[in-house]
């Protein structure tokens, strides 16, 4: 692992310890060189997921960015960062049982939206708002009136 300070590519790992639910290691690390200590997280990757757009780009998957959007829907709601991690790792855990390398952005937002409905109907509002791209309240009132009608 090449350190982050002075580039050197041969790091030390001075101690590892599962992270999260038990789908990731967290590494600390130690550069012989510039001696500053840094943390690395390895986790498994069972395929390349691929983003195909709406404007037909093919983005690789980041993971970071469905992270992100989720703790941005659940932004000062109360639900524990630890809980978001899980929901992440599970909607990833989905994308990469589906078999396909070459996942649309509308099924992605459709799994994330899918997850957040059942965990926080207020994050699923927020998401749904940003993906839907309500652009009035008009939206924001149909919205919530087949979300009433549905439950």
Known sequence: MRCPFCGLDDTQVKDSRP????????RRRFCPGCSQRFTTVER??????TVLKTDAR??????????RSVRIALRKR????ERIERIVNGIVRQLEASGETDITSKAIGELVME?????DAVAYVRFASVYRNFREA????????S?????
């Open 19 to 26: 992270a999260e639910d038990g789908s990731a290691i967290r």
């Open 44 to 49: 498994v990757q069972l395929r390349e997921l």
């Open 58 to 67: 093919r983005v690789p998957f980041d993971r970071d960015k469905l992270a």
């Open 78 to 81: 109360p639900v524990q960062e």
């Open 115 to 119: 997850t957040l409905k059942e965990v």
């Open 138 to 145: 008009k939206d924001f009132e149909a919205f919530l009136g």
């Open 147 to 151: 979300l009433g009608a549905a439950t």
